[in-house]
Structure formats: structure tokens, C-alpha cells
């Protein structure tokens, strides 16, 4: 059974930063795109970053030019750094990959941003 597994979240005031990291237990990402999501409280969760197995990447609309999602050459890695962060940042944050067509998520990490 894959797993994804996230670390990196806390708490932080407005306008600080966190890194946010993900990890495969299959050892590396294999699936073409990968990316985070979050849920943020009373809302559903909602895409903030993908990135594909070539590199390219793409932004909710929200967090462009503050987040940015990469990963290392070997493809084991995922993060997301998180840049001059608001308070309305502040959610649950999901790993997400896939197993062929079968969408695979981690268990989240709690991001507080406080004003």
C-alpha cells in the first residue's frame, strides 16, 4: 500500500514562512503529477500547487508568486515552500500523488497562521 507522508507544518505569525515536505514510501514519486492541496476551515479542499514528473508547475491564483512547489532531482522528495503567509493560509495540507489512475493522498499537516 502506498503511502504519502508530510511534515513540516506549525504555526507561524503573518508574513512568515514554512516548508512543507512530502515523501513517497514507495521510495520515489512515480506518477506524472503530484501536488498539494489544503482544506481550510469550513471550505473543501482545494488545489494549491501541482507539479508534473517534467517539472512543470502550476498555481492556484491565491498563493501565485508566495508558494512554490518543487521536488529533488531523485524524485523522492516533494515540498512546498510557503512564503509570506496570511492568516486565511491556515488549514489541513495534503500530499497527493497517484497509483495509475487511483488518486493517493497523505494524512495532512496543520499550517496555523496567526495576524
Known amino acids: 500500500q502506498v503511502q504519502l507522508m508530510e511534515s513540516g507544518g506549525g504555526s507561524v505569525q503573518a508574513g512568515g514562512s514554512l516548508k512543507l515536505s512530502c515523501e513517497d514510501s514507495?521510495?520515489?514519486?512515480?506518477?506524472?503529477?503530484m501536488g498539494w492541496y489544503r482544506q481550510t476551515p469550513g471550505n473543501q479542499r482545494e488545489l494549491v500547487a501541482t507539479?508534473?514528473?517534467?517539472?512543470?508547475?502550476n498555481y492556484a491564483d491565491s498563493v501565485k508568486g508566495r508558494f512554490s512547489i518543487s521536488k529533488d532531482k531523485a524524485m523522492r522528495t516533494m515540498f512546498l515552500q510557503m512564503n509570506d503567509l496570511k492568516p486565511e493560509d491556515t488549514g489541513v495540507y495534503y500530499c497527493?500523488?497517484?497509483?495509475?489512475?487511483?488518486?493517493?493522498w497523505g494524512q495532512g499537516t496543520q499550517v496555523t497562521v496567526s495576524s
Open positions: 507539479i508534473t514528473a517534467g517539472g512543470t508547475t
Open positions: 497527493n500523488s497517484y497509483v495509475g489512475n487511483i488518486p493517493v
Open positions: 514507495r521510495g520515489t514519486f512515480s506518477s506524472k503529477i
